[in-house]
């Protein structure tokens, strides 16, 4: 497995990133071609409901994290992402959140297992 960074969707990667968007919502005022995403696993974002629950809210994170673990649980979305990071050496999550901290990359990243770049 190649190195998994995080990166906001609305920001250019180096030459030869794979990004894969982890939204399950396209990202506002974005085109496809200004986003440059290279897959979009819309499903292994966090649930609906999980996502308006959560609203963001640093001091949910702990909770929304455990939470959000638990749906990846045996999630085919999630076995996806695996299979797509294995097939690459440089590998970006991106996301539209505008906390860089506290969202679901964050989290993928820390289940992934995967070496940061």
């Known amino acids: 497995m190649g190195t998994v960074s995080l990166r906001r969707v609305y ?7 794979f990004r894969i968007l982890v939204d399950r919502v396209w990202p506002r005022g974005l085109s496809k071609e200004k986003a440059g995403v290279d897959l ?4 292994v974002g966090p649930s609906t409901e999980l996502r308006k629950w959560f609203g963001h809210e ?3 994170f702990e909770e929304f994290e455990r939470r959000y673990r ?4 045996g999630s085919d979305a999630f ?3 695996k299979d797509a ?3 690459h050496h440089k590998v970006e999550l991106v996301y539209s959140a505008h906390d860089e901290e ?3 990359a964050v989290v993928l990243q820390r ?4 070496p940061q770049g």
Not at 40 to 43: A, Q, R, S, Y
Not at 70 to 73: F, G, M, Q, T, V
Not at 111 to 114: C, E, F, I, Q, R
Request: net charge negative; aromatic share 4%; glycine share 6%.
């Open 58 to 60: 640093a001091e949910r």
């Open 70 to 73: 638990e749906e990846l649980k």
């Open 40 to 43: 979009w696993l819309k499903e």
């Open 79 to 81: 076995q996806q992402l």
């Open 11 to 17: 920001e250019s990667s180096p030459a030869g990133t």
């Open 102 to 104: 506290h969202n679901q």
């Open 85 to 87: 990071i294995a097939e």
């Open 111 to 114: 289940a992934l297992g995967a």
